[in-house]
Structures are given as C-alpha cells and as structure tokens.
C-alpha cells in the first residue's frame, strides 16, 4: 500500500523500504542489517531500526533479558517527527561507540510516545520529579522492574553546551549500578512513592464562577500586550485557551476576554507560525513575536485552531475566522488525508536534517517565480529582504494587516486579496518542487476524533458538504480499521495494520467527534454511537471506587501506576473531554446517570484546577457548560429538507453556550391548524418555551432575542 507521497521524497522512500521488508525471513533479532524494531509498526521505531544500537520494543522480552542479565533498561521515548530526537539519534545511537557502551551495559528501548501516551505520560511524570523538567526526546534509566532512577533528555555523544556527554554519563551509571545497588533501589522507592503522589487528582466542589475568574485572571497576566498569545518564547498556540476565553466573554460580558482572543488569532495567522502558502499551523513559536516556529505540523494543532477560530467567528460573526479555519481544514484535506479517509499524525520540520528548509525562501527565489513587479510587491508584503530573517532565508509572514498593506500601496482590499492569491498559488506550486519533510503517515484514533469534530463543526458553522463527507469518511475509517474482533477501539494504525488497545483519550475523542456530527447533522446514528462510546468510556476507565477515569483501560498491564490525567497541555486531556461529553449526552438525551458520571469526574478534580485553575480549562468549560442557562432547540419533523439545514444552520452561526439540541419525533410539535410545514423547530430558553417556528427568519429572530 503506498502513497504518492512515498514516492516522492527520500525520507518517506526511506520508511517505505523499512515498512516493506520481507520480515518473515529475518531472525528475531532482525539479523545483520536490522534490530528488533524492524519488526514494529511504528514510523518512529522504524526510523530505528537500522541503528547499531540492540534496541527492543516496549514488551516482556526486553524485561525479561535485562532481569536475567543483571542490567539496567535505557529507554528512550520520542516521535517521528521530533527534531531533537533526529539529533540525537544522529549523533549518538547511529554512533557505534555509543552503541558498544549501550549493547554491553544496558538493555535498550525505545517507545513513540504518540502510540503509547501512557509509558510517556508515566516517565515525563518521572522526569520532572527527578529534574524539574522534561521534554523529546526522553531518556529514562531503570531497573527491570521498571522502576526509574534517572532522567534526561538530548544527550549529545560528547559533552557541549553544559550537557554532559552520553557516553560519560552512561559509565557512571553503570559504575553506580555495580557498586552501590542498594542506594539506586533506594532511589527507585521513592521516586515510585513521588510517583504516586503526583497522579492522584484533588477533588472539590462545583462552583464555577470563582474558579473561572481566577483563571482568567491568570490568563491576564500571562498574556503578552505587545505580540498576543500567552508567555514568553517559546510561544505555543493553545487554541484551548482562546475557545475558554470566548465562553467567559459569553458568561461574564468581560470585553478584554474577546480581545485578548481576537488579538491572538489575528497575529498568528499573520505570523511566521502559520504557513501562509500551503495554509496550516506549525507546532510552536521560538520567539515572542510568532515570526520564527518549529516547524512541524501536528494534526491535533489544526484540530484545535479550526475549534478555536470557529468558535471567535460564532461570537463575532467576523468572517476572517472562518476563513482561517477554512485555510487549515483545506491544509488538513490536502495534504494530512490518506487515501482510505483517516487523518495522518505530523509533517516533519526537517528536510535532510535542516530544519525549515522547505518553508524558507530567499529573495532571489521568489524573482525566479514572479514576475519582477508582483515579485517586488509580494517581498514588501512578506518583509522578505536580501538577509533574511531566518538563518539567511526568509519566512513568509505579514508585518501589517492585508487591509494596512493595501491601504499603504493604493490598491482596493479586494484586488489586493487576489493578488495575494495568485501569488500564493505561484509560490506554493514552486515549492512542491522542492523535497519535502517527511509526513508521518500513522494514524491515531485520539487525534483523528479531534479532526473530526473541528470538521464537522466546519460543516455546521458553514454548511459546505466536503466537510461533512470528510468526516463522515474518516469516522468509517475509524470503525473498520481501528476496533478489533471484541469491538475495543485500537489506538493507531500504520499501513493497513492497526495495533494497541486505545486509551482514554482515543475514546473521549471520538465521543466528541460523534457529539459534534450528531449536532451538525441531527442523524440519530451518531447520537446513538455517541452513547454507546460514552458506555465503554465507564466499563474501561472508571474507577470502582471514586469518580475520575483513568488513562488506561482495565485491561492494561504495562504501568507501574493507573494514572487519573488531567492536565490540559496543548490539547484537553482525556477526562475533561469525557466530562463534557457525559454532560452533553445527559442534556440532549435527559440520561441523568450519564449527566452525574459527568458531574462526578469535574468534581473529582476541582481540587486541582481550583489551586492551578490554567492546567484545567476544558473542565472550566465543561464545568460552564453544566452550569449555565440551558437553550433547548428541538427540531420535528423531517430534518433532510432544505429548510432543516437552512434553520440548523442558522443555529450553529451562533455563540451559544448552553445548547440542547434535539430531534423529537415525528409531529411531536403541534402547529396551528392548516400548516402543513414539514419541518418544526421550538427554543425553550429561561423558563420559557416559545411558539414553534417554520421559516429560517423567525428561527433567527427569535435566537437574537434571546443571545
């Protein structure tokens, strides 16, 4: 099974050759030319298994021979696009020194962390006890018990920068090991004791107007006045904030909340972070101003911008939000799809190991595309200049707004707009010229249930039918590749083989892409998969004893400790999403056993949040949710006419952040005699149900009046 893709660039030839070797034929040890992890489905183990290092899959075999041969286990976590993990890997496990040294004296291991979140999770958790830090890619050292005693990250071959060498660092290790055992065991007790400590959850009350005060009153402190976005270098997009922001400006009428939000849209989508010729957000910022990113692109970032930008065009009604969003959905559509309808993982950052590479342009590069005048014009446009703002290149970014530059040149916005069009084409058409990174081509249920909700609510909010269609198909995608014989979702698939039970992230994920569909197409047979999902959430995650879910199912067996996450990092954790699904569900479907369970995992971590309140927002706006006045909107009738989708259209335009939307069954609406309307919509909002409606301009007027 290839793509064009694979035939197209050496990195992904690379991947392709590795994923097709003919493996029945290869002893179990990958033979001369291979180590174990030749036998993976994994892009980032395979990007391994060419090593000299003797490298092992997580599993009981590496375990196994580290106990019997009295050595410690090296593990190392990363990704397939990590840049980091591609530098070290170069430097010191492609290195046949630090291989012997490795060989010899540890059992070694390597884990994508993107498979398995919850090995990473577990040792990030370890690496910021022992460090106070943590990051790709993750070194950890352990005892065949998988008990950890050191943590790291990059560790270069020979020493720099302050960091000390691997190979200087892996003797002393061994020396420690053999000498002085009962002081490492030591160690390992108490870390599993910190271990412990730090993955219980707090609970607390459900009150919600304090708690989201308080974070947006750390949101305001944190936010950068000059630049937008939140923090200092390096700057991240968290789109999960802004979409918490807009629910506070709906619930408290805090205009600086809006602002702040607006503001951070604006200048990112003008800033280097966002590509503006093939569109899509990169992973972070390395400076205040946007300008300079790393450059990968991870599909959970386009999920999240798409909700973010989607929900500011709801609160507005500002149409450059929805345009962005529409940028990224086209990004994803374009060039994260694969052939059989589910969502790639990340693009890499580096092209032969030079980092933007394929981003970056040079003023001479741009003449060689554009006619001399458009050329001069568009370099204005895009501050390109002879030395460039990127290690002698240039990356393309708007100093001032499109409407600004036009003004200054004396050009109408709109054929400005056209203009910048053309040449965005012209230039993006070049670039596919060029070798391109590598596309990590695994799919991940947890992050194409993201997708998935951010495109259907692109087809809610626009009611355009390629995205629906898109994620109608990769939800299909999800059903037939990724369940296994017993129906247990599977976390990732790579070139048609699916593996790994799924976590509770890939099933809160997927809950909400089936919420989202349901909301935008009214079709019972996602609100029906929707609960089921939400059912298997409590047989494999919920705790016997108390509220809170745990990250891994019943069924898992490889951790030293279940842990309860909820964080939010760049993307929601897996509880909070679960919360807001089981409260969504209760609402619509009046199951209140789902709507306690709901209820039940917020206040197992309002303790938490309410101490760190920015670690928990998608709870806060679970917990918003849950608490703000409901407006129920139930259509009867037929919901295929288009007077239906005109009407449900007309509902998702707009910000509304209690919304119950319902379907009831046939004519269960009663009209006045003689109207034969086929399709019949009633608002019940503050206590108040009024009369049902059967034309788009009384729906409208009357979701005004009550906004």
């Given at each position: 099974?290839?793509?064009?893709?694979?035939?197209?660039?050496?990195?992904?030839?690379?991947?392709y050759?590795?994923?097709?070797?003919?493996t029945?034929?290869?002893?179990?040890?990958g033979?001369?030319?291979?180590?174990?992890?030749?036998?993976?489905?994994?892009?980032?183990?395979?990007q391994?298994?060419?090593?000299?290092?003797?490298?092992y899959?997580?599993?009981?075999?590496?375990?196994?021979?580290?106990?019997?041969?009295?050595?410690?286990?090296?593990?190392?976590?990363?990704?397939a696009t990590?840049?980091?993990?591609?530098?070290?890997?170069?430097?010191?496990?492609?290195d046949?020194?630090?291989?012997?040294?490795?060989?010899?004296?540890?059992?070694?291991?390597?884990?994508?962390?993107?498979?398995?979140?919850?090995?990473?999770?577990?040792y990030m958790?370890?690496a910021?006890?022992?460090t106070?830090?943590?990051?790709?890619?993750?070194?950890?050292?352990?005892?065949a018990?998988?008990?950890p005693?050191?943590?790291?990250?990059?560790?270069?071959?020979?020493?720099?920068?302050?960091?000390?060498?691997?190979?200087e660092?892996?003797?002393?290790?061994?020396e420690?090991?053999?000498?002085?055992?009962?002081?490492?065991l030591?160690?390992?007790?108490?870390?599993?004791?910190?271990?412990?400590?730090?993955?219980?959850?707090?609970?607390?009350v459900?009150?919600?107007?304090a708690?989201?005060?308080?974070?947006?009153?750390?949101?305001?402190?944190?936010?950068?006045?000059?630049?937008?976005?939140f923090?200092?270098?390096?700057?991240?997009p968290?789109?999960?904030?802004?979409?918490f922001?807009?629910?506070?400006?709906?619930?408290s009428?805090?205009?600086?909340?809006?602002?702040?939000?607006?503001?951070?849209?604006?200048?990112?989508?003008?800033?280097?972070?966002?590509?503006?010729l093939?569109?899509?957000?990169?992973?972070?910022?390395?400076?205040?101003q946007?300008?300079?990113?790393?450059?990968e692109?991870?599909?959970?970032?386009?999920?999240m911008?798409v909700h973010?930008c989607?929900?500011?065009?709801q609160?507005t009604?500002?149409?450059?939000?929805?345009?962005?969003?529409g940028?990224?959905?086209?990004?994803?559509?374009?060039?994260?799809?694969?052939?059989?309808?589910?969502?790639?993982?990340?693009?890499?950052a580096?092209?032969?190991?030079?980092?933007?590479?394929?981003?970056?342009?040079?003023?001479?590069?741009?003449?060689?595309?554009?006619?001399?005048?458009?050329?001069?014009?568009?370099?204005?446009?895009?501050?390109i200049?002879?030395?460039?703002?990127?290690?002698g290149?240039?990356?393309?970014?708007?100093?001032?707004?499109?409407?600004?530059?036009?003004?200054k040149?004396?050009i109408?916005?709109?054929n400005?707009?056209?203009?910048?069009?053309?040449?965005?084409?012209?230039?993006e058409?070049?670039?596919?010229?060029?070798?391109?990174?590598?596309?990590d081509?695994?799919?991940?249920?947890?992050?194409n249930?993201?997708?998935?909700?951010?495109?259907?609510?692109?087809?809610?909010?626009?009611?355009?039918?390629?995205?629906?269609?898109?994620?109608?198909?990769?939800?299909?995608?999800?059903?037939?590749?990724?369940?296994?014989?017993?129906g247990?979702?599977?976390?990732?698939?790579?070139r048609?083989?699916?593996?790994?039970?799924?976590f509770?992230?890939?099933?809160?994920?997927?809950g909400?892409?089936?919420?989202?569909?349901y909301?935008?197409?009214?079709?019972?047979?996602?609100?029906d998969a929707?609960?089921k999902?939400?059912?298997e959430?409590?047989?494999?995650?919920?705790?016997?004893?108390?509220?809170?879910?745990?990250?891994?199912?019943?069924?898992?067996?490889?951790?030293?400790?279940?842990?309860?996450?909820?964080?939010?990092?760049?993307?929601p954790?897996?509880?909070?999403?679960?919360?807001?699904?089981?409260?969504?569900?209760?609402?619509?479907?009046?199951?209140?056993?789902?709507?306690?369970?709901?209820?039940g995992?917020l206040?197992?971590?309002?303790?938490?949040i309410?101490g760190?309140?920015?670690?928990?927002?998608?709870?806060?706006?679970?917990?918003?949710?849950?608490?703000?006045?409901?407006?129920e909107?139930?259509?009867?009738?037929?919901?295929d006419?288009?007077?239906?989708?005109?009407?449900?259209?007309?509902?998702?335009?707009?910000?509304?952040?209690?919304?119950?939307?319902?379907?009831s069954?046939?004519?269960a609406?009663?009209l006045?005699?003689?109207?034969k309307?086929?399709?019949?919509?009633?608002?019940?909002?503050?206590?108040?149900?009024r009369?049902?409606v059967?034309?788009?301009?009384?729906?409208?007027?009357?979701?005004d009046?009550?906004?």
């Open positions: 099974m290839t793509s064009e893709y694979d035939k197209n660039i050496a990195e992904n030839d690379r991947m050759r590795l994923a097709n070797v003919d029945e034929n290869l002893p179990e040890d033979g001369p030319d291979f180590n174990r992890l030749i036998f993976s489905q994994s892009p980032y183990l395979l391994h298994a060419e090593n000299p290092v003797d490298w899959p997580w599993g009981d075999e590496a375990f196994t021979k580290a106990k019997s041969e009295d050595k410690p286990v090296f593990l190392s976590i990363g990704y990590c840049h980091w993990c591609h530098v070290m890997e170069r430097e010191s496990f492609e046949d020194e630090v291989a012997v040294v490795l060989n010899e004296k540890f059992v070694c291991i390597k884990v994508d962390r993107e498979e398995r979140p919850d090995i990473d999770d577990q958790t370890v910021q006890l022992l106070g830090g943590g990051g790709w890619p993750l070194t950890i050292i352990m005892t018990d998988k008990e005693f050191f943590a790291a990250t990059y560790l270069p071959k020979t020493p720099k920068q302050q960091l000390p060498g691997i190979i660092v892996l003797d002393k290790i061994d420690f090991w053999n000498t002085n055992r009962d002081a490492v030591d160690n390992c007790s108490q870390v599993l004791q910190g271990l412990k400590k730090a993955v219980e959850p707090h609970a607390g459900l009150e919600d107007e708690v989201m005060a308080k974070a947006f009153q750390v949101l305001i402190s944190a936010f950068d006045n000059t630049w937008a976005g923090g200092v270098a390096p700057k991240f968290l789109p999960h904030y802004l979409s922001l807009i629910r506070f400006w709906k619930k009428r805090a205009v600086n909340a809006l602002w702040m939000t607006e503001d951070t849209l604006k200048m990112i989508r003008r800033g280097g972070i966002f590509d503006q093939g569109f899509g957000i990169h992973r972070y910022s390395v400076d205040k946007w300008l300079v990113p790393h450059f692109k991870m599909l959970y970032d386009q999920a911008m973010a989607l929900d500011a065009y609160a009604g500002d149409s450059q939000y929805r345009a962005t969003a940028e990224i959905a086209s990004f994803v559509l374009k060039e994260m799809r694969s052939s059989e309808g589910g969502f790639y993982s990340a693009w890499d580096d092209t032969d190991g030079v980092e933007g590479e394929y981003y970056t342009w040079t003023r001479q590069e741009i003449f060689s595309v554009l006619d001399s005048d458009a050329a001069e014009m568009a370099c204005r446009l895009f501050d200049s002879e030395q460039g703002n990127f290690e290149r240039n990356i393309l970014h708007l100093p001032v707004p499109v409407q600004e530059f036009a003004d040149e004396g109408p916005l709109e400005m707009q056209q203009k910048i069009e053309n040449w965005r084409i012209a230039l058409t070049a670039r596919k010229e060029r070798k391109k990174p590598l596309r081509e695994k799919i991940l249920s947890a992050w249930g993201l997708m998935i909700s951010a495109l259907a609510k692109c087809f809610a909010v626009t009611g355009e039918s390629l995205y629906r269609e898109a994620s109608e198909t990769a939800l299909r995608f999800i059903t037939n590749q990724l369940r296994n014989a017993e247990r979702l599977l976390r990732s698939w790579y048609g083989k699916a593996s790994i039970h799924g509770l992230e890939d099933y809160a994920f997927i909400w892409a089936l919420i989202q569909m909301e935008a197409t009214l079709e019972r047979q996602y609100l929707a609960r999902n939400c059912k959430v409590l047989k494999l995650f919920a705790d016997d004893e108390q509220y809170g879910l745990f990250d891994s199912g019943s069924d898992s067996k490889d951790l030293l400790v279940r842990k309860k996450g909820g964080h939010d990092g760049v993307i954790s897996g509880n909070a999403v679960a919360a807001m699904n089981l409260i969504r569900l209760g609402k619509i479907t009046a199951d209140s056993r789902l709507l306690e369970e709901g209820k995992i206040r197992s971590f309002m303790g938490s309410d760190n309140p920015i670690t928990g927002l998608h709870f806060l706006s679970a917990l918003d949710y849950l608490s703000c006045p409901e407006t909107v139930t259509f009867s009738g037929r919901i006419t288009a007077t239906a989708r005109e009407m449900l259209l007309s509902v998702h335009k707009r910000l509304i952040p209690g919304l119950v939307l319902r379907v069954e046939e004519n609406i009663v006045p005699k003689g109207n309307a086929e399709t019949v919509v009633q608002i019940c909002a503050s206590g108040t149900c009369l049902p059967t034309e788009t301009a009384e729906l409208e007027r009357l979701l009046e009550i906004a």
